[in-house]
């Protein structure tokens, strides 16, 4: 009897210490990822709390049911619902939504696992997603379409014999080079013409916060 019990306090003390390793690593590479490549970048708090309440939890979720001999067919099952999740209030950038998935896959990696103990191995996966996004998002140098609305007064140059001319003078008066337009509204009666302005830039100037618009479903 008294084998059986110690038996059981020693898988209790394995498990206790795998749950503490595999949350550490997990914890330690999405502040990495969130706090110190995101944020610094975005200011968004708003999806800071829900990249890290999504892996965490996700993580929780992952781990706890794992005894249940559901392990890899749950986790994408989980994945999979993540993934078809919609805000109904709120426009999710891409860039955001890229940092979800890389939150909610990490998650999964940490919980799911199968690694004998070499926690070496766990570390290095979470390493290499790590390097991955702060590679692309920070040292590949991609030039940007950025794009400006803009309400345009000199509704004479909207003509396309003029667009020439329209394009110097948006850049004069912006400071942007301009390549192209998209008109939107034009409104004769009051000679002004809405439109989006688009330049290239080596950064993305669009800031990456959600709208308020709702989906028009």
Known sequence: METSELNVDI???QNLMDFALRFGINFLAIFILIRLLYYPMS??????FTFFLFNIINF?????LSSAKLKMG???????IFSILRYRTV??????MGYFFVS????IINSLTGIDDHFILLGTANLIIILTAWIIDFKVKITHE??????YDRIDLIHPDHQAEMLEDIRKRTGLNVHRVEMVRIDFFKDIARMFVFYN??????????SNASDED
């Open 11 to 13: 898988a209790a003390n």
């Open 43 to 48: 200011k968004n708090r708003d999806f800071l």
């Open 146 to 151: 950025n794009s400006k609305e803009i309400i």
């Open 201 to 210: 830039s080596d950064r993305n100037d669009t800031p990456s916060r959600g």
């Open 60 to 64: 929780l979720i992952c781990f706890l």
């Open 104 to 107: 909610v896959t990490l998650g």
């Open 74 to 80: 749950f986790a994408f099952g989980l994945f999979a």
């Open 91 to 96: 426009t999710v950038p891409v860039r955001e």
